[in-house]
C-alpha cells in the first residue's frame, strides 16, 4: 500500500555521517590540521522542514563574553532560537550585530548581566562588540532540524532523517567548495545512502571579516591589555 505525506518517509529514519576536509590551495597544498566549525544542513526538496523532535525542552543556548572572547566562537541554531549573552568580564561589552542575518544591538552592560536575542529568520550573523574590535563570532541559524557541526577530526552525524530527497549545505567562516557547482546540492537519503564520505572544502585562512563598529566608524585605539590572574 502506498501511504503519501513527508510523514510516511519516517519509517525509515537514518544518522547521516561524513567528513569534512579543509585543504589549503597554492604550493605544498595540504589538508588542514583542524576541520572543525564546518555547519552542514539537509534541507527537505519540495516542502517545508518539519518541526525539530527534540523532547518537550529545547536546548539552552549561551555565547559568553569572556576574556575578551565570545565563548563558543560558532553556534548554529534552529530558527526561532533564543540565545543568551552574559558577559563574565570585569567590564563593560556592547554585543550588536548589523550584517546580514539577524540585526540587534544589545546596548552597553555590565559584567554579571545578561541579554537575549531571539534569531527569527534563517541566515549568518556576525556578532561583534561594539568597544573590543578583535571580539568576534558567528551564528548560524537554520530553517531545518537537520543539520551537525563538524569537529576537529571533521566529522559529523545528523540523526532521525527521514529518507527522502534533501538540499544538502555547507557553510565554513573560511572555507569554500572546491566548485562553485559542488554546493548546495540535492542528494538522496535512504538507508543505503547515508554516507556522504568525504566533502573537500578550499580554506582561505581568512577566519574573521573587516569589520567597523556599529556606528560605522573604525574602532578607536585599544586599551593596554588586561592580565588575567
Same mark, same amino acid.
Given at each position: 500500500?502506498?501511504?503519501?505525506?513527508?510523514?510516511?518517509?519516517?519509517?525509515?529514519?537514518?544518522?547521516?555521517?561524513?567528513?569534512?576536509?579543509?585543504?589549503?590551495? @597554492?604550493?605544498?597544498?595540504?589538508?588542514?590540521?583542524?576541520?572543525?566549525?564546518?555547519?552542514?544542513?539537509?534541507?527537505?526538496?519540495?516542502?517545508?522542514?518539519?518541526?525539530?523532535?527534540?523532547?518537550?525542552?529545547?536546548?539552552?543556548?549561551?555565547?559568553?563574553?569572556?576574556?575578551?572572547?565570545?565563548?563558543?566562537?560558532?553556534?548554529?541554531?534552529?530558527?526561532?532560537?533564543?540565545?543568551?549573552?552574559?558577559?563574565?568580564?570585569?567590564?563593560?561589552?556592547?554585543?550588536?550585530?548589523?550584517?546580514? @542575518?539577524?540585526?540587534?544591538?544589545?546596548?552597553?552592560?555590565?559584567?554579571?548581566?545578561?541579554?537575549?536575542?531571539?534569531?527569527?529568520?534563517? @541566515?549568518?550573523?556576525?556578532?561583534?562588540?561594539?568597544?573590543?574590535?578583535?571580539?568576534?563570532?558567528?551564528?548560524?541559524?537554520?530553517?531545518?532540524?537537520?543539520?551537525?557541526?563538524?569537529?576537529?577530526?571533521?566529522?559529523?552525524?545528523?540523526?532521525?532523517?527521514?529518507?527522502?530527497?534533501? %538540499?544538502?549545505?555547507?557553510?565554513?567562516?573560511?572555507?569554500?567548495?572546491?566548485?562553485?557547482?559542488?554546493?548546495?546540492?540535492?542528494?538522496?537519503?535512504?538507508?543505503?545512502?547515508?554516507?556522504?564520505?568525504?566533502?573537500? %572544502?578550499?580554506?582561505?585562512?581568512?577566519?574573521?571579516?573587516?569589520?567597523?563598529?556599529?556606528?560605522?566608524?573604525?574602532?578607536?585605539?585599544?586599551?593596554?591589555?588586561?592580565?588575567?590572574?
Amino acid at each position: 500500500m502506498l501511504v503519501l505525506g513527508w510523514w510516511t518517509l519516517q519509517a525509515q529514519p537514518v544518522t547521516v555521517t561524513g567528513s569534512i576536509s579543509l585543504v589549503r590551495e @597554492g604550493r605544498g597544498a595540504a589538508q588542514t590540521q583542524d576541520n572543525s566549525s564546518a555547519v552542514v544542513s539537509l534541507k527537505p526538496v519540495g516542502g517545508a522542514a518539519p518541526q525539530a523532535q527534540r523532547g518537550p525542552v529545547r536546548p539552552r543556548y549561551q555565547m559568553l563574553q569572556h576574556h575578551k572572547h565570545f565563548e563558543p566562537h560558532l553556534l548554529a541554531i534552529p530558527v526561532g532560537t533564543m540565545v543568551e549573552f552574559p558577559n563574565l568580564d570585569p567590564f563593560f561589552h556592547n554585543v550588536f550585530s548589523m550584517f546580514d @542575518g539577524n540585526r540587534f544591538d544589545l546596548g552597553l552592560y555590565e559584567s554579571g548581566k545578561s541579554h537575549t536575542v531571539t534569531f527569527s529568520k534563517p @541566515g549568518i550573523s556576525y556578532i561583534f562588540c561594539n568597544i573590543h574590535p578583535e571580539m568576534s563570532a558567528v551564528v548560524v541559524v537554520l530553517d531545518t532540524p537537520y543539520f551537525a557541526v563538524s569537529d576537529r577530526a571533521g566529522e559529523f552525524s545528523i540523526a532521525n532523517v527521514a529518507s527522502g530527497t534533501y %538540499l544538502l549545505s555547507v557553510w565554513h567562516e573560511r572555507g569554500r567548495p572546491q566548485r562553485p557547482d559542488q554546493l548546495p546540492r540535492e542528494v538522496a537519503i535512504s538507508p543505503d545512502t547515508a554516507s556522504f564520505g568525504v566533502i573537500r %572544502l578550499v580554506d582561505s585562512g581568512q577566519l574573521s571579516i573587516p569589520h567597523k563598529n556599529k556606528y560605522g566608524h573604525d574602532y578607536e585605539s585599544p586599551a593596554p591589555p588586561m592580565v588575567y590572574k
